[in-house]
């Protein structure tokens, strides 16, 4: 056969590949964006469930996902950012900096439901905090520290060394150095990660399921000890759980949280371009 | 010394403890993880002995008396993988090569923005529409009583694997160094063959790390399967079979078991079993990393 | 003539990175208030005895010294190290300003040492300025990028950046590798000034700017002091061979 005959089947193949993985994404955002716009009015969005979950609003799902979601952060940030210090700024090449390295790895591919079980023996039941927003927000906040950690060592070790050294030089201490002269250049990139992390926790069933879920809960959430409803959990209850729930109800809530961790993913996707193009060194 | 640096420097003492504590806490939670799925899970092992937790083949986990046997969920667990593994891995490795070498710079960018894309779909939310189109159309493809199979959860989980194999290979790919590809090109080879023969070449070790990685997640997955496996805990005989994993096992019944129980303490020994798989796919998969880059 | 003060003692000094010596038992005193400047060709030691004097070498792992280094009599190895970065500034090669306003770069030292009144500050930076001849031309924009500067403006930035924090000594590793005729005599110029009140030591692979401003002169080859000698006499008469096939340009 003749080559470039060859060279052009292959690449056709290639394409098609690239299709196949592109399409049925775009396949998925246009379904449920059809069949779920006609579910969304303010009422949906504001008001509690009623009539076993077949009407009224998702507002508990959606308020709890927030606060799931920003208890997460809080916890993750603050120790992921951290680590990512100690591994760029101290840590030098030897057993431990390796051992934490593939600790991270393996934090990564920890299946989600392993870290639902985490958190149901460590924070429902060990610490006694029970099935509440507290439990949930660790177990997701354990969850995205990978995500965290891994975005915070590059935007870290892509601050030029030069910053460092002239800091150094002028007299500043060690800690000093890394506060005014290296994390204000790479708080872009850890905001960006920390977004991400964000859209990770806030779409996350399975490390939710024994730590803070409610099946049906029409109520609000007073303190961080509640219990609360969450949108993936709430979008699988009324999928498999439930029976005789509209259909609009279904995609209603799945384009709901779809646009939830699609906004946080456009908005670090932003924040990322924004930052590249403005960075000088 | 002054005060004023003095109190900075007891300050700055108190941080870099911090930071170190910091920087070992993962170390801890891993541990951890793992401290805590054996303590409630080892329990199990009083009563039924590991080869029949792992052999046997029945899980009854609620009938009297009771019976462990994980082995329908492993190869349930396992012919989902597999199935997943046999579709994204040729389709995840070519649309890397696609975008790491073929594409102009433009598309190129559009498609990594779709495959990052498809990666922050929630889980529920890929088994929601797997649920409500594909299996219905497995369905009727096939004429069975039910559209929610093994194949389905293939189907579906391939989806989930794709983003992790295209990233990390195209990484891989795009890492592999020009003048490989200039060499190639300057002794007449077509683009095609440079591609193929030299650059998927060189780029192995990252393009099988790449399928590991997918491997794993795919594992791991749970809730997209527990919506689209139909979740039937037999020992399947075929790919159009409703079959159970591993993963959705665990997060469908615990919400039913008695603390402290006996099927509490079989589930939390299904999660060491999952936790030891993924921890040996990532740790390899870590390593053939490290060899691409040096 | 009155015996010069001693400033720096350097004795039986030695810099190893791993295997590699870069600096072989070095004796020397550096005077105050002197430019003392060292010359040789690349990979004679010269900036690796710099960074060890304000201790920067500290942050390179495969780092090892022998011998000591005495600053107004006190080995550095028992100083608290940033004081000693303070007293003992550096002026590097190229420009490193800080991604911050001119303002910012120049108070960014003293600002790190405690000082925080907004007044005190504004002097510390003029002061600075003027000291490095970069006052007029920025004065009426002190709020702008100090990355917008032009190459000569930035290095002064950097001297003036140093001179905020009250160093002793100042030390110049090929100041003006990268600069134009004029910048660098302007640059030239500076360093003369700053002897009155400072002690210099210019590191520089151009032996026409050793001979211009250096009071004494050391070469360096190989991690060795080669000779070391009043700057006149050692471009005039040179004793060792390895000196004079330097000086003019037979290797480098």
Redesign the interface.
């Known amino acids: 056969m003749n080559?470039?005959l060859?060279?052009k089947i292959?690449?056709s193949?290639?394409?098609?590949?690239?299709l196949?993985?592109?399409v049925?994404?775009?396949v998925?955002?246009a379904?449920?964006f059809v069949k779920g716009m006609s579910a969304i009015d303010i009422s949906f969005l504001t008001e509690v469930p009623i009539k076993g979950m077949k009407e009224g609003g998702i507002f508990p799902a959606i308020l709890g996902t927030l606060y799931l979601v920003l208890g997460a952060v809080l916890f993750a940030v603050?120790?992921g950012v951290?680590?990512a210090?100690?591994?760029v700024e101290?840590?030098r090449e030897n057993f431990?900096s390796r051992?934490?390295k593939?600790?991270?790895?393996?934090?990564?591919?920890?299946?989600?439901?392993?870290?639902?079980?985490?958190g149901?023996?460590?924070f429902v039941?060990?610490f006694e905090f029970g099935a509440s927003i507290l439990s949930g927000s660790l177990t997701l906040g354990?969850m995205i520290?990978?995500v965290i950690?891994t975005a915070s060592r590059e935007a870290l070790e892509s601050v030029p060394k030069s910053f460092r050294i002239v800091s150094l030089s002028l007299g500043a201490?060690?800690?000093?150095t890394i506060r005014h002269s290296v994390l204000p250049h790479a708080l872009p990139g850890i905001l960006t990660g920390t977004i991400l992390g964000l859209?990770r926790a806030?779409?996350?069933?399975?490390p939710i399921?024994?730590t803070v879920a409610a099946f049906y809960l029409p109520k609000l959430p007073t303190s961080i000890f509640d219990q609360t409803m969450a949108l993936?959990?709430h979008?699988?209850v009324i999928?498999?759980q439930v029976p005789g729930i509209p259909e609009n109800v279904?995609y209603g809530t799945?384009l709901v949280?779809?646009l939830l961790?699609?906004l946080l993913?456009l908005a670090a996707?932003i924040l990322r371009y924004q930052f590249r193009k403005r960075k000088r060194w | 010394?002054d005060t004023?640096?003095k109190i900075?420097?007891i300050k700055?003492f108190i941080?870099?403890r911090?930071?170190?504590l910091?920087?070992?806490?993962?170390?801890i939670?891993?541990a951890?993880?793992f401290a805590?799925?054996l303590?409630?899970g080892l329990t199990l092992f009083w009563q039924v002995p590991l080869s029949d937790f792992i052999f046997a083949r029945n899980w009854y986990p609620i009938s009297d008396p009771p019976q462990f046997g994980i082995l329908p969920l492993i190869l349930g667990s396992v012919l989902v993988t597999a199935g997943a593994a046999v579709i994204s891995v040729?389709?995840?490795i070519?649309?890397a090569?696609?975008?790491a070498e073929?594409?102009p710079p433009k598309t190129k960018e559009i498609?990594k923005?779709?495959?990052?894309?498809?990666a922050?779909?929630?889980?529920?939310?890929?088994?929601?529409?797997g649920?409500?189109?594909l299996a219905p159309i497995i369905k009727s493809v096939f004429g069975l009583p039910t559209g929610l199979t093994a194949l389905s959860g293939a189907i579906t989980l391939a989806?989930m694997a794709?983003p992790t194999i295209?990233s990390i290979a195209e990484d891989a790919i795009t890492a592999v160094p020009r003048q490989y590809r200039e060499a190639a090109i300057a002794m007449g080879a077509?683009?095609?063959?440079t591609t193929?023969r030299i650059v998927a070449y060189a780029a192995r070790p990252g393009m099988l790390a790449a399928v590991m990685?997918g491997i794993?997640?795919v594992?791991?997955?749970?809730?997209a399967v527990?919506?689209v496996t139909g979740n039937a805990a037999l020992i399947p005989h075929s790919i159009l079979q409703p079959v159970r994993t591993l993963?959705a096992t665990?997060?469908a019944e615990?919400?039913e078991t008695v603390?402290g129980g006996e099927h509490y303490a079989a589930?939390?020994a299904i999660?060491i079993v999952?936790?030891i798989i993924?921890?040996l796919?990532?740790?390899a998969?870590?390593l053939y990393l490290h060899k691409t880059k040096k | 003539m009155v015996a010069p003060e001693i400033k720096i003692s350097i004795k039986d000094f030695s810099i190893y990175y791993g295997e590699n010596a870069a600096l072989k038992n070095l004796n020397l005193d550096i005077y105050k208030n002197e430019i003392f400047t060292i010359i040789g060709p690349a990979n004679s030691g010269k900036s690796s005895l710099l960074q060890s004097l304000n201790r920067l070498n500290d942050l390179t792992p495969s780092y090892k010294k022998e011998g000591s280094i005495f600053i107004d009599n006190e080995d550095i190895d028992n100083a608290?190290v940033e004081s000693l970065r303070r007293r003992v500034s550096i002026v590097f090669a190229l420009p490193f300003p800080l991604p911050l306003s001119i303002f910012d770069n120049i108070a960014y030292g003293p600002r790190m040492h405690?000082i925080k009144s907004k007044s005190k500050l504004a002097k510390i930076v003029e002061k600075g300025l003027r000291e490095a001849y970069l006052w007029d031309e920025v004065k009426d924009r002190l709020d702008t990028p100090a990355m917008n500067l032009s190459g000569g403006q930035q290095q002064r930035l950097c001297i003036a950046r140093i001179l905020a924090v009250e160093p002793e000594i100042i030390m110049f590793d090929e100041p003006t590798s990268g600069l134009d005729p004029i910048s660098t005599a302007r640059v030239e110029e500076t360093l003369r000034e700053l002897k009155e009140r400072y002690t210099i030591i210019l590191v520089t692979n151009n032996v026409a700017q050793a001979a211009r401003v250096g009071d004494r002169t050391a070469f360096l080859l190989m991690g060795e002091l080669i000779e070391l000698n009043d700057t006149k006499r050692l471009f005039t008469m040179a004793q060792d061979k390895r000196t004079d096939d330097y000086l003019t340009g037979k290797f480098g």
């Open positions: 080559v470039y060859k060279q292959a690449f193949v290639l394409f098609l590949c690239t196949l993985v592109i049925p994404v775009l998925i955002l379904i449920i603050p120790l951290l680590s210090i100690y591994l101290y840590s431990l051992l934490v593939l600790a991270i790895v393996n934090l990564a591919g920890v299946p989600s439901v392993v870290y639902g079980l985490f149901l023996g460590i039941l060990y354990i520290l990978p950690i201490s060690k800690w000093q859209g806030a779409g996350e069933t399975a399921l024994f993936p959990y979008l699988y999928s498999t279904r799945a949280l779809l961790v699609l993913n996707i | 010394m004023h640096t900075r420097k700055e941080i870099e911090l930071i170190f910091s920087g070992i806490m993962s170390i939670i891993v951890l993880i805590f799925l303590k409630e040729p389709i995840g070519g649309s090569l696609f975008i073929i594409a498609m923005a779709g495959v990052e894309l498809l922050a779909i929630p889980s529920v939310v890929i088994g929601f529409i649920m409500i189109t989806f794709m295209v077509t683009k095609w063959q193929w990685l794993g997640r594992i791991g997955e749970t809730m527990m919506m993963t665990v997060a615990m919400g603390q589930l939390f999660g999952l936790f993924t921890f796919i990532n740790g998969a870590d | 608290d405690g």
